[in-house]
């Protein structure tokens, strides 16, 4: 494009200095031929037809680079650079001779030299722009074939797809409708036999094979639950985890957390450990002996709540002659035989242990005054 623009502006510089010089060798020399209204005509139609060359030009080289190389245009540009620059001294020399040898005109003032020179320009000029309108025109086709055969490949899908719809649907074309017309018009609008499509009717086909079989597995065979027994089994469900997650969490509570809960399971599991391990010292109904004290009254050595029972159990007081049982038994049994302990107040058994300890009320605030010490406060205790 640089070589293009260079030739449209030495062009017009050219004819001027030639001009120029013409005036200046006075009037022996013959006038120029640019002041020959046909050779100024032809030279206008030079520059409009240059201006054409570099707009088609422009547009070639902007297109090209998706099909040719970026050389491609520039070897375009040069060619016309080379035309133009092969053109101009070819006017230099009409000009010349036209000043020097005295030619008879025979076009329109013109020698016959000048004239065909400056039409083989023009000429050479059309071939030019028929070229790149050759190549607009290749790029614009094939660029309509594209977008030809992407126009074609979605209406081919989009037909497809309406081809599928339609026969899953079981449409029929509006050409078939007065087949199926059944004769019944209401407001204009008429009543026609539609068969139902095929996915519907195949679907209520399954639902029909689904009610059979599950009439006869549920209520012919009776192989799976009905739903009360569902409730049933979960039910039973739920109460194991149920007591899995209270064994799990019995395992967590101490001497702060427990409470007293005259439960038969709890009480008959405490008992089953009193008879193995407590029976000895305590006697086998906790009414005590020449080593533990009674069980069964309300006088405590160590407390009488079911925390203090606990306690008493889980740490022992060894210097007492009481031992630690927390090694031997988990959180759940030492609960369970505090349980069972508390439950022994009370019940009187024969021959018990004279009281030792503190009077213990399970609702009072202060300990016991003196007078209702035990008589025998000093013997130690296994238990308590």
């Known amino acids: 494009m ?53 707009l088609l030009a422009n547009v070639v080289l902007g297109t090209a680079e998706w099909y040719f190389k970026k050389e491609t245009g520039s070897v375009t540009t040069k060619a016309i650079a080379l035309l133009i620059s092969l053109g ?97 018009s209401y407001d204009g609008i008429r009543e026609l036999n539609n068969r139902l499509p095929g996915w519907w009717l195949y679907g209520f086909y399954a639902t029909i094979l689904f009610s059979a079989i599950y009439l006869w597995r549920y209520h012919v065979t009776h192989t799976a639950p009905l739903s009360e027994e569902e409730l049933k089994i979960a039910m039973v469900k739920g109460e194991e985890q149920k007591a899995a997650f209270l064994a799990k969490a019995a395992n967590l509570v101490d001497e702060n957390t427990i409470t007293y809960k005259k439960e038969d399971a709890a009480i008959s599991a405490g008992g089953a450990i009193f008879k193995q391990t407590c029976a000895a010292c305590h006697g086998p109904e906790g009414q005590g002996n ?23 159990i889980k740490y022992g007081y060894p210097e007492k002659g009481m031992q630690s049982w927390k090694d031997q038994y988990s959180p759940v049994q030492m609960a369970q035989l505090a349980t069972y302990v508390k439950s022994l107040q009370g019940s009187n058994p024969p021959n018990p242990k004279a009281p030792q300890g503190d009077l213990y009320k399970e609702n009072a605030t202060a300990p016991a005054a003196d007078s209702t010490k035990a008589p025998d406060s000093t013997s130690t205790a296994k238990m308590n």
């Not at 017009?12 to 020959?36: E, F, H, R």
């Not at 036209?98 to 000029?125: D, K, N, Q």
């Not at 050409?175 to 019944?184: A, F, L, Q, R």
């Open 88 to 184: 101009l001294p070819a006017l230099s020399f009409a000009q010349e001779t036209a000043t020097t040898v005295a030619a008879p005109v025979s076009y329109g003032g013109l020698s016959s030299t000048t004239f065909f020179l400056l039409l083989a320009v023009i000429g050479v000029e059309l071939v030019v722009i028929l070229v790149l309108a050759f190549f607009v025109r290749s790029f614009l086709t094939k660029e309509k074939a594209k977008l030809a055969v992407a126009v074609e490949t979605a209406v081919q899908k989009e037909t497809n797809w309406q081809q599928l719809w339609d026969k899953l649907n079981s449409f029929r074309p509006i050409t078939e409708e007065s087949k199926i017309d059944m004769g019944h």
């Open 290 to 312: 020449t080593v533990g004290p009674n069980l069964t009254d309300e006088y405590w050595i160590h407390g009488g709540s079911i925390k203090d029972i606990f306690k008493t």
């Open 2 to 54: 640089k070589h293009l623009l260079l030739m449209l502006l030495l062009l017009p510089l050219s004819a001027a200095v030639m001009a120029q010089t013409a005036s200046a060798a006075g009037s022996a020399v013959p006038p120029s031929v640019w002041s020959n209204p046909l050779a100024l005509a032809m030279l206008a139609i030079i520059l409009v037809l240059l201006l054409v060359i570099a």
